[in-house]
């Protein structure tokens, strides 16, 4: 079974702190994607990292693969109340389009 | 853009009785999945589908879930015979050839089995 585990489970934090969160797993991934979901809605590309070592920016965000390709973080810079949501991340074993294996998720709350 | 869209967006059923979730995946995407999801828990796969067949599946999807194709821009999940625990978010969703695509989702269909 390829587990993806997600730390914290829960984060609430102010506006303008950083935070990480970690995706773990025993297994190698040959991609790993990160997703957000709002209440009531499907999960939201945020972003793949395909290559060990890679590191993704998207504005306040900063992702990164890790060098064996079995974990990953997300880091958010100066967290704003609009990054409040459901983060997961998700990896996909092989580039045959087989299932993607979501993390346990992270819930973030930022308060103004 | 285009999007993957799903129907209904809650249904409630009687345990024992049949369901079909319905999802119009993105129309030039050639990979189909559905997940669940119980209410605060994790996004759990349940099969995919690709070329009119199922090539994978897991061990949630048993003898009760059907999918279905029936005209090459639907695609549904039908539950024969629902049970309380089958009772979640009901995720559909696509991606296209392109390795390394992204999975679309849909908002889902919430299914509550009483």
């Known amino acids: 079974t390829q587990l993806l585990e997600q730390s914290p489970q829960f984060l609430s934090i102010q506006e303008g702190e950083n935070l990480t969160v970690y995706c773990n797993s025993s297994?190698?991934?040959?991609?790993l994607q990160w997703y957000r979901q709002e209440p009531g809605e499907g999960p939201v590309l945020l972003v793949t990292v395909v290559t060990g070592g890679e590191v993704k920016k998207l504005k306040r965000l900063t992702f990164q693969f890790g060098d064996a390709r079995k974990d990953s973080s997300l880091h958010i810079t100066a967290a704003q109340p609009g990054d409040t949501g459901l983060y997961l991340c998700a990896g996909e074993k092989n580039t045959g389009f087989q299932k993607l294996v979501f993390g346990t998720g992270t819930r973030l709350l930022v308060s103004p | 853009e285009p999007e993957v869209t799903q129907t209904p967006s809650h249904q409630v059923t009687q345990m024992g009785q049949e369901v079909i979730l319905r999802c119009v995946p993105i129309?030039?995407?050639?990979?189909f999945y559905w997940y669940r999801q119980i209410l605060g828990q994790k996004v759990e796969f349940l099969v995919s589908?690709?070329?009119?067949?199922?090539?994978?599946k897991s061990e949630i999807f048993d003898d009760q879930f059907s999918v279905e194709r029936p005209d090459g821009s639907n695609f549904t999940l039908k539950i024969r015979s629902t049970k309380l625990e089958d009772s979640a978010m009901y995720f559909c969703?696509?991606?296209?050839?392109?390795?390394?695509?992204?999975?679309?989702f849909g908002n889902g269909t919430r299914l509550t089995v009483t």
């Open positions: 969703a696509s991606r296209s050839g392109t390795v390394g695509s992204p999975l679309h």
């Open positions: 589908f690709y070329n009119n067949e199922i090539s994978e």
């Open positions: 297994s190698v991934f040959s991609s």
């Open positions: 129309s030039n995407h050639l990979y």
